[in-house]
């Protein structure tokens, strides 16, 4: 080597590689609903995660999907994510029942995190079917650290709900109810009235919209959920056309009635990265400098809507005629 010749980088991995996983193990876990395990290829250890995060699954024709990630989160090798075949759905889940197979590769964005546990007394969780995939981490956790928590898990029978067989271990903190064999459960009887109990609840848009609208008891904590489809709008505000700027890209561009703001400054040159395109993943979160956001997402609490430093413009609007934000 020469006096002044520069050492040859390292190799480094292919982006890309690092934003592939393979299927390394497959299971059923419930009627229609497969468990899979997913590495990277090299086997290198993945980002971490919480108790409530989420995670990006790209198909090979780009569609993109989030699920949950319900395994361990100490294993620093592997994601487990358990999906559950939509006969109504878009397409996603049941490409990855009928593909994903093991040594299938999938591109993965995230993980990310709208559904945080936070210190309590005491924990109320509530699954609806699927639902129960982000709240068994949290379960976990809260069994680590010793604190004191329920389960009422919800489903039309037992055959259709996942990972009976790990929560039996926890006996009478599991309340498990199955409408073919009792019928409909009465929800409100499990409205706590102690103000230091936290809410968690994730399935079907009647169950979290049930649970949402339990006032929070005196000096406690409103329920927290997570959706799987963005919660449908009241209709009260029309959508009209309104400006958005785009202050460090230093544009301007007209939002149409029909057309979302990410579209709109897609148009004037100005990118914003998205994912689910519903206001459930949180991947376009941006800051508002100024204006009034209308939000449409099912992320924000009623505190941060009312604060509006933020919006989500893959569904979000304006209830104003001019939004400044921060991309």
């Given at each position: 080597?020469?006096?002044?010749?520069?050492?040859?980088?390292?190799p480094?991995?292919?982006?890309?590689?690092r934003?592939?996983?393979?299927?390394?193990?497959?299971?059923t876990?419930?009627?229609?609903?497969?468990?899979?395990a997913?590495?990277?290829?090299?086997?290198?250890?993945?980002?971490?995660?919480?108790?409530?995060?989420?995670?990006?699954?790209?198909?090979?024709?780009?569609?993109?999907r989030?699920y949950?990630?319900?395994?361990?989160?100490?294993d620093?090798a592997?994601?487990?994510?358990?999906?559950q075949?939509?006969?109504?759905?878009?397409?996603?889940?049941?490409?990855?029942?009928?593909h994903?197979?093991?040594?299938f590769?999938?591109?993965?964005?995230?993980?990310?995190?709208?559904?945080r546990?936070?210190?309590?007394?005491?924990h109320?969780?509530?699954?609806?079917?699927?639902?129960?995939t982000?709240?068994l981490?949290?379960?976990?956790?809260?069994?680590?650290?010793?604190?004191p928590?329920r389960?009422l898990?919800?489903?039309?029978?037992?055959?259709?709900?996942?990972?009976?067989d790990?929560?039996?271990?926890?006996?009478?903190?599991?309340?498990?109810?199955?409408?073919?064999?009792?019928?409909?459960?009465?929800?409100?009887?499990w409205r706590p009235?102690d103000?230091?109990?936290?809410?968690?609840?994730?399935?079907?848009?009647?169950?979290?919209?049930?649970?949402?609208?339990?006032?929070?008891p005196?000096?406690?904590?409103?329920?927290?959920?997570?959706?799987?489809?963005?919660?449908s709008?009241?209709?009260?505000?029309?959508?009209r056309?309104?400006?958005?700027?785009a202050?460090?890209?230093?544009?301007?561009?007209t939002?149409?009635?029909?057309?979302?703001?990410?579209?709109?400054?897609?148009?004037?040159?100005?990118?914003?990265?998205t994912?689910?395109?519903?206001g459930?993943?949180?991947?376009?979160e941006t800051?508002?400098?100024d204006?009034?956001?209308d939000h449409?997402?099912?992320?924000?609490?009623?505190?941060?809507?009312?604060?509006?430093?933020?919006?989500?413009?893959?569904?979000?609007?304006?209830?104003g005629?001019?939004?400044?934000?921060?991309?």
């Amino acid at each position: 080597m020469t006096p002044h010749a520069i050492p040859a980088a390292p190799p480094v991995a292919a982006p890309a590689a690092r934003r592939t996983l393979v299927v390394v193990g497959r299971r059923t876990v419930a009627e229609g609903v497969v468990e899979l395990a997913l590495a990277r290829p090299d086997g290198s250890r993945l980002p971490d995660w919480a108790p409530g995060a989420h995670i990006d699954v790209v198909l090979p024709d780009g569609r993109t999907r989030q699920y949950s990630l319900c395994g361990d989160r100490w294993d620093a090798a592997t994601y487990r994510i358990a999906v559950q075949r939509e006969l109504d759905g878009r397409g996603g889940s049941a490409f990855l029942h009928d593909h994903a197979a093991e040594g299938f590769a999938l591109g993965f964005g995230g993980p990310r995190n709208n559904f945080r546990l936070a210190p309590a007394a005491d924990h109320l969780f509530i699954a609806g079917g699927i639902g129960i995939t982000p709240l068994l981490p949290m379960i976990r956790q809260a069994e680590l650290l010793d604190l004191p928590w329920r389960l009422l898990y919800l489903g039309r029978s037992r055959a259709r709900l996942a990972y009976l067989d790990e929560l039996a271990s926890h006996g009478e903190r599991v309340t498990v109810h199955c409408a073919d064999e009792i019928g409909r459960a009465d929800l409100e009887a499990w409205r706590p009235t102690d103000s230091r109990v936290r809410v968690y609840a994730c399935g079907p848009t009647r169950l979290l919209d049930a649970v949402q609208a339990w006032p929070a008891p005196p000096g406690g904590f409103p329920a927290k959920v997570e959706r799987f489809t963005a919660a449908s709008t009241d209709g009260s505000h029309v959508a009209r056309a309104f400006e958005v700027v785009a202050a460090r890209s230093r544009s301007t561009v007209t939002v149409a009635p029909d057309e979302t703001v990410v579209a709109a400054l897609a148009r004037a040159g100005v990118d914003v990265i998205t994912s689910c395109a519903q206001g459930v993943c949180g991947t376009c979160e941006t800051e508002v400098l100024d204006g009034r956001p209308d939000h449409r997402d099912s992320l924000l609490d009623d505190a941060e809507r009312a604060a509006s430093l933020c919006m989500f413009p893959c569904v979000s609007r304006s209830l104003g005629p001019r939004l400044v934000l921060d991309v």
